[in-house]
């Protein structure tokens, strides 16, 4: 069983910076792949960002490509996503989620076993 917590939401005018962050805690969660999801309101579950166990490879979706990074810290069993040149379209509930699967299905939300609570984004015009 794995544990995640996100931190790190708020309220940010266009073109501000956040940084997010997820705690992970339980058996071997530096061993899965780890993904960044965003659901707006009204709006299906989307894609944001994913990383391998060992940082050495990320994905992006093409809406953040430039603008978010992903990253972790296996340390301190913490995955993070910094988003810069924020827009309002990038305003939604921010998760992320912990795999089994490697990078194999990093885009699909189904292939995720571990999800956190959320975190708000809100971005202003």
């Known amino acids: 069983q794995v544990q995640l917590v996100e931190s790190g939401g708020g309220l940010v005018q266009a073109g501000g910076s956040l940084r997010l962050s997820c705690a992970a805690s339980g058996r071997t969660s530096s061993s899965y792949a780890m993904g960044w999801f965003r659901q707006a309101p009204g709006k299906e579950r989307e894609f944001v960002a994913h990383?391998?166990?060992?940082?050495?490879?990320?994905y992006y979706a093409d809406s953040v490509k430039g603008r978010f990074t992903i990253s972790r810290d296996n340390a301190k069993n913490t995955v993070y996503l910094q988003m810069n040149s924020l827009k309002p379209e990038d305003t939604a509930v921010y998760y992320c989620?912990?795999?089994?699967?490697?990078?194999?299905?990093?885009?699909?939300?189904?292939?995720?076993?571990?999800w956190g609570q959320g975190t708000q984004v809100t971005v202003s015009s």
């Open positions: 989620a912990a795999t089994k699967y490697g990078t194999s299905w990093y885009s699909r939300s189904d292939k995720y076993d571990y």
């Open positions: 990383i391998n166990w060992s940082g050495s490879i990320t």
